[in-house]
């Protein structure tokens, strides 16, 4: 009896563990399935931008407005910021959590930095007179850059989070899972901000 008991407690436990993993695999699934919707987002914020990009209405151009150095800027700290992501990926995988939220929080200082950057460089224009409402140009100018950078901000409250559950909790298979999805989208906001800084900034100064 005693036997049956052991092995139906067994059973029950192995049962709880996999339902655990089905949980998190679902979980995953439900995060690259954001991951595809945000890629027809921007798939579309960009073909719209290509159709409007030259209807200004009068009004200035990229060419007249983009000040490349400071998007250079913005691109060189987004772009290293993906690097200290990554290292925080690799301290997660050996098991340091001090090494893991250090390397977060100055993935997330980048991140504050680009922010910064970019809502300065559209204060700017605003300044200048090149308004969301200007062009048609400027509207899906604003959209696709104020989108992108609306994404980068998302990811820095949701890192912020992450690292206070990290330090309360440490290193789990959910703060896991949770780290390499931030780390996964931060990866794909840059790829998404090198086609911004190619199609939108070079190509509007040429």
Same mark, same amino acid.
């Given at each position: 009896? /005693?036997? &049956?008991?052991?092995?139906?407690?067994?059973? *029950?436990? =192995?049962?709880?563990?996999?339902?655990?993993?089905?949980?998190?695999?679902?979980?995953?699934? %439900?995060?690259?399935?954001?991951?595809?919707? *945000?890629?027809?987002?921007? =798939?579309?914020?960009? /073909?719209?931008?290509?159709?409007?990009?030259?209807?200004?209405?009068?009004? !200035?151009?990229? $060419? *007249?407005?983009?000040?490349? !150095?400071?998007? @250079?800027?913005?691109?060189? @700290?987004?772009?290293?910021?993906?690097?200290?992501? =990554?290292?925080? &990926?690799?301290?997660?995988?050996?098991?340091?959590?001090?090494?893991?939220?250090?390397?977060?929080?100055?993935?997330?200082?980048? %991140? $504050?930095?680009?922010?910064?950057?970019? &809502?300065?460089?559209?204060?700017?224009?605003?300044?200048?007179?090149?308004? @969301?409402?200007?062009? /048609?140009?400027?509207?899906?100018? +604003?959209?696709? #850059? %104020?989108?992108?950078?609306?994404? &980068?901000?998302?990811?820095?409250?949701?890192?912020?989070?992450?690292?206070?559950? #990290? $330090?309360?909790?440490?290193?789990? !298979?959910?703060?896991?899972?949770?780290?390499?999805?931030?780390?996964? +989208?931060?990866?794909?906001?840059?790829?998404?901000?090198?086609? #911004?800084?190619?199609?939108? +900034?070079?190509?509007? #100064?040429?």
């Amino acid at each position: 009896m /005693a036997h &049956v008991a052991t092995s139906q407690s067994s059973h *029950d436990h =192995g049962h709880g563990h996999d339902g655990h993993h089905d949980l998190e695999a679902l979980r995953m699934m %439900g995060f690259w399935i954001f991951i595809i919707t *945000d890629c027809i987002i921007f =798939g579309t914020l960009f /073909a719209t931008y290509a159709v409007l990009v030259n209807n200004t209405a009068g009004g !200035p151009s990229g $060419a *007249d407005l983009f000040e490349m !150095p400071g998007v @250079i800027a913005e691109t060189f @700290i987004l772009l290293t910021s993906s690097f200290t992501s =990554g290292l925080a &990926v690799l301290s997660m995988n050996r098991g340091d959590k001090k090494g893991l939220i250090g390397w977060l929080i100055v993935t997330a200082l980048l %991140g $504050a930095s680009f922010i910064t950057l970019e &809502v300065t460089e559209f204060l700017k224009m605003i300044d200048e007179g090149a308004k @969301i409402s200007t062009s /048609a140009f400027l509207s899906a100018f +604003y959209t696709l #850059v %104020g989108t992108h950078g609306l994404h &980068v901000s998302i990811g820095l409250i949701w890192m912020v989070a992450l690292m206070l559950q #990290v $330090a309360k909790r440490g290193i789990t !298979p959910v703060t896991k899972r949770k780290i390499s999805n931030i780390s996964l +989208y931060w990866h794909f906001l840059d790829v998404v901000w090198i086609f #911004v800084f190619t199609i939108v +900034y070079m190509m509007g #100064v040429r």
